[in-house]
């Protein structure tokens, strides 16, 4: 089935790293734009960071602009969140999702995935 | 960045009540709104996309309307599993904003 699955978070320190990475499972993800988008604890949907289908657009929040880094590997149907600089507030669920346009060129995030975890502490 | 706020932030309605909530961007995004439903412990769900079409498999008592700045989700008659947080999300231009969410909860 269609489908997108996070993996990667867990416990690390500020000042360390960590690469998320978000598998596409029943459809080719060569197609689609794809977004990590994050949850801190209690609070609402903050979007973090997009690529475009084929790579050649990024794009960031302010907030982790030269720290996190989203990436692609078509070949794999793999995207990636590489999580730099980690600072106490990036403690959140990150989810990845698909960027899907449907009728008269509007796009919306279609598929979700379940969200990994990360806490810097 | 655009700015999108919903109101109200909380409400408490119940099953059968009609439920409107509003979403309002700080600059006009055409027709480029989403709609979510997001419950505890789960992914958001997309409902809406293109500020009033519905997407597949969504029920038709949700409906959204509006274009530019000025937005609202409807649910016509609200059902137990409705019971979540609904978030509005920009896609008219990058950062991709959301709104800050709208729980509704059973009076």
Known sequence: ?121 | DIQLTQSPSFLSASVGDRVTITCRASQDISRYLAWYQQKPGKAPKLLIYAASTLQDGVPSRFSGSGSGTAFTLTISSLQPGDFATYYCQQLDTYPYTFGPGTKVDIK
């Open chain 1, 1 to 121: 089935q269609v489908q997108l699955v996070e993996s990667g978070g867990g416990v690390v320190q500020p000042g360390r790293s960590l690469r998320l990475s978000c598998a596409a499972s029943g459809f080719t993800i060569s197609d689609f734009g794809i977004h990590w988008v994050r949850q801190s604890p209690g609070k609402g949907l903050e979007w973090v960071a997009g690529i475009s289908s084929d790579g050649g657009i990024k794009d960031y929040t302010d907030s982790v602009k030269g720290r996190f880094s989203i990436s692609r590997d078509n070949s794999k149907n793999m995207v990636y969140l590489q999580l730099n600089s980690l600072k106490d507030d990036d403690t959140a669920v990150f989810y990845c999702a698909r960027d899907w346009f449907g009728s008269e060129n509007f796009d919306a995030f279609d598929i979700w995935g379940q969200g990994t975890m990360v806490t810097v502490s």
